[in-house]
T-cell receptor, first 116, second 109 residues
Framework: GAVVSQHPSWVICKSGTSVKIECRSLDFQATTMFWYRQFPKQSLMLMAT?????????EQGVEKDKFLINHASLTLSTLTVTSAHPEDSSFYIC????????????FGSGTRLTVV | QKEVEQNSGPLSVPEGAIASLNCTYSDRGSQSFFWYRQYSGKSPELIMS????GDKEDGRFTAQLNKASQYVSLLIRDSQPSDSATYLCAVTDGQNFVFGPGTRLSVLP
């Protein structure tokens, strides 16, 4: 089955520093990957759609200069949280779907980011 | 705006009972429907998919789809405490993939 690997699983960083989160599709090629953020007891919130070889599409209200997305290959997308602040502390989850579009998305295991 | 709606819950059922989770969607062009389970602090995992009207059974889970009513449900038979989680309904038209807000299920021992 489709497997999406996400690293790191958790990270603690100081305010003002940047953190990079990687999302890899292990056994399929993903032209599109998605980045979500989830605060405690809240639903998934789509942050951006990552497209291989082109710019990401950001949802309204998501700062593209703060959340840098790079999708350089068909199996890797990265999310960099720049100049992190405590309010950026959240659970970040990536997902990808196999080509065809009608199949379900596979989620990475998530990254819990704590900014201190 | 394509919408997927679910009752946020919590839905509480006793152990061994049937849990019924419901989802409605707004886009009549939707083709595929999915149920994900998310445990607290974990990422969602796919448990069921359904593409045509009717019922689809997989173990203790049954997904039901009614495209005319734009309604999809998930039944969990013989509910166990380990089924306690948030269940997310997701719908796609082949291009856009939209999640519902999730229903929190609590199975009481």
């Amino acid at each position: 089955g489709a497997v999406v690997s996400q690293h790191p699983s958790w990270v603690i960083c100081k305010s003002g520093t940047s953190v990079k989160i990687e999302c890899r599709s292990l056994d399929f090629q993903a032209t599109t990957m998605f980045w979500y953020r989830q605060f405690p007891k809240q639903s998934l919130m789509l942050m951006a759609t990552s497209n291989e070889g082109s710019k990401a599409t950001y949802e309204q209200g998501v700062e593209k200069d703060k959340f840098l997305i790079n999708h350089a290959s068909l199996t890797l997308s990265t999310l960099t949280v720049t100049s992190a602040h405590p309010e950026d502390s959240s659970f970040y989850i990536c997902s990808a779907r196999q080509q065809g579009g009608i199949y379900g998305y596979t989620f990475g295991s998530g990254t819990r980011l704590t900014v201190v | 705006q394509k919408e997927v709606e679910q009752n946020s819950g919590p839905l509480s059922v006793p152990e061994g009972a049937i849990a019924s989770l419901n989802c409605t969607y707004s886009d009549r062009g939707s083709q595929s429907f999915f149920w994900y389970r998310q445990y607290s602090g974990k990422s969602p995992e796919l448990i069921m998919s359904i593409y045509s009207n009717g019922d689809k059974e997989d173990g203790r889970f049954t997904a039901q789809l009614n495209k005319a009513s734009q309604y999809v449900s998930l039944l969990i038979r013989d509910s166990q405490p380990s089924d306690s989680a948030t269940y997310l309904c997701a719908v796609t038209d082949g291009q856009n993939f939209v999640f519902g807000p999730g229903t929190r299920l609590s199975v009481l021992p």
